[in-house]
């Protein structure tokens, strides 16, 4: 039987040269893609060691190093499901994560140490190793005496191999379980359509412990035996040093934005850029037609979410077209449909589903969950709202629970937020639904004012009165707030939920 354990894919397209780079760091280290094998390989038989089984969870909250990146590969190496965890998470986050979980190693950073422990004793973990944020610690001198040669565990395509805790705002907090084959197939077709080809050379900016730097950046990377400019964190100054150095950089919006936001940040930047890639959270379409202007290149836009990586892309060759994440990948099917189930005609907002070989297996021991969120001819319904144009390229257009319903009428949020942010002086928008006696909810706009921008000062009254007779007077804001910022996750996702509950009570107390 064929072995399709995914870290074999990857492998095997490692390049002959093994001295070839596969990890630069900012202090001027390589991490050859000789010594990810050889260091994976001492890890895998640690794991083997301390007994752990294949299908066991390895869970670890560490900083972003290559040492991060190498306990990865060596998990699923040796058949083991790998559990990322954002080093944000406090005490009772990770006690949750670690009982539902049950992860038969727990790897932690050294100052956090006594919680993990405190952790790990509740849930039943066995063992407790530490990785540093210097790539240092208990991790790796434990696995220092295991041999460098491995034979990569044998897994079936639909045996698991990650699992990710969806970002939940509502509830208990999912773990969507990610098979070989779902990475696999998702990796396979991205690297192809996105034309990875030898002599990229990645920018990796974006964190570990989530979906988009984990698996979309890194194995496009190292299916192509690419080089990847490994940088614990994003920082806008510092990408300007790389850019000319590299031909492929992916980040979220808020990459953009500050990208955008360095006065000296030129063509001149991006004379070997090859490809620029956003996602996660919506462009901001002023970044897109700015970011052309600035540097010729224009944004790859695509979608997709932890439960199966990608789904639509905007394409290589052909148009990129800005505020849409552009078709189907080969490898997803994808239909919007009404609330009946009936698929929408061209521009008819409806419900995004999704079926194909990356999308996931179902949520961890919520088989409840799983039932409810795919369809009997398994489709996985999305969340989120879309539409495709007349030429089948896709927008999203939010998540269903951001929807407004103001006296029985649908308001999509990002109508109106595209209207706010074309007026002169925003930057960029946020609509809500409050809680309204009247209107069940009424819509509410929070909004950032353009640093530095001058002219006629924004008011509550400018902005509504700027949106009256633009749209139907039921989609008006009833409030505007003006900030200085909109709250976001470490993906550059604006925090809805945050604003509704700030807002909420400001207003009910009003
Ligand atoms: P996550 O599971 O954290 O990756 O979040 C996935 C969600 O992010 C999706 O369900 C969408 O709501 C949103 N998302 C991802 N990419 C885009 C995009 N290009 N435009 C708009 N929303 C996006």
Redesign the pocket.
Known sequence: MANENLYRVLASRFPKHLASPCMILADGRVWTYGDVQRASARMANLMLALGLQKGDRVAAQVEKTPEAMVLYLAAIRAGMVFLPLNPAYQRQEVEYFLCDATPGLFVCRPQARPLADEAAAKAGVKHVLELGDDGRGSLITSAAPHSDNFNTVQRKGDDLAAI?Y??GTTGRSKG?MLTHRNLAVNALTLHEYWGFKPGDVLLHMLPIF???GLFIASHCALLKGSPMLFENKFDAARALQLLPQATVFMGV?TYYTRLLAEPGFTREHCRQMRLFI??????LRENFDDFIDRTGHTIL???????GAIFTSNPYGGERRGGT?GFPLPCTEVRIVDDAGMECAAEDIGNIQVRGGNVFAGYWQMPEKTREEFTADSWFK???MGKRDVDGYVS?I??SKDLVITGGLNVYPKEIEERIDAITGVAESAIIGLPDADFGEAVTAVVVRARGATGTALTEASIISALRGEIASFKLPKRVFLVDDLPR?A?G?VQKNILRQRYSMQTSGS
Not at 278 to 283: H, V
Not at 301 to 307: N, S, V
């Open positions: 990710l969806t970002s969507a989530h979906v988009h919006p956003s996602g996660s959270a919506p462009l836009e695509r979608y997709g979410m932890t439960e994440v999305t969340g989120d999203i939010g998540r996750n993906m996702k």
